[in-house]
């Protein structure tokens, strides 16, 4: 089963506004990953946030993690166009090597 | 995408029939995996290694083996391919320490379709 969970599974805006996806997953986790695929690629690490952190920004990402609630989100900016692309959490699982990846949340950003 | 090639990039193959992937890197990285992605699923981890000769199993380890013999190199065999195994496979190294304490850097994938 998945150790992360992504909601809403698909979003749509327009250019400018800000775009959040939301991380939910199940047990005790060292750090959370995200990563970002654009079509017919790999994905692209983009940001990772310990556990003992509760915000970080990278650019125009604003990550923020609440191990009370097992949840994450993630906050793009003044969206583009070209942020178009599924966005996936990671997490590790009972602190092995694993790590596991949600179904994703697909962004689409309109010009 | 960080020395990471994955050969073939497409492959259409025959159920029953074996099938290697190939994962290379130039990074000189301890850790590979490798990882399915299907609709409705995302990424799932079917094996990976944590350095030459040393592999585990993820969540998805059937139907499915893999073989290290150099740190660049890391192998996932279909021993017998089933209609069930196509999807797009991923590789993706990592360093230092373990994937939980580092990104992840992945190759572009490779397509495969068994019919």
């Known amino acids: 089963s998945q150790q992360g969970e992504e909601d809403p599974q698909a979003l749509s805006i327009q250019e400018g506004e800000n775009a959040t996806m939301n991380c939910s997953y199940k047990t005790s986790i060292n750090n959370l990953q995200w990563y970002r695929q654009n079509s017919g690629r790999g994905l692209v690490h983009l940001i990772l946030i310990r556990s003992n952190e509760r915000e970080k920004h990278s650019g125009r990402l604003r990550v923020t993690l609440d191990t009370s609630k097992k949840s994450s989100s993630l906050l793009i900016t003044a969206s583009r166009a070209a942020d178009t692309a599924s966005y996936f959490c990671?997490?590790?699982?009972?602190?092995?090597?694993?790590?596991?990846f949600g179904t994703g949340t697909r962004l689409q950003v309109f010009p | 995408d960080a020395g990471i090639t994955q050969s073939p990039r497409h492959k259409v193959t025959e159920t029953g029939t074996p099938v290697t992937l190939r994962c290379h890197q130039t990074e000189n990285h301890r850790y590979m995996y490798w990882y399915r992605q299907d609709p409705g699923h995302g990424l799932r981890l079917i094996h990976y290694?944590?350095?030459?000769?040393?592999?585990d199993k993820g969540e998805v380890s059937d139907g499915y083996s893999v073989s290290r013999s150099k740190t660049e190199d890391f192998l996932l065999t279909l021993e017998s391919a089933t209609s069930s195994q196509t999807s797009v496979y991923f590789c993706a190294i990592s360093d230092p320490g373990s994937s939980y304490n580092s990104p992840l850097h992945f190759g572009n994938g490779t397509r495969l379709t068994v019919t």
């Open positions: 990671a997490t590790d699982a009972s602190n092995t090597d694993k790590l596991i």
């Open positions: 290694s944590y350095g030459v000769k040393d592999t």
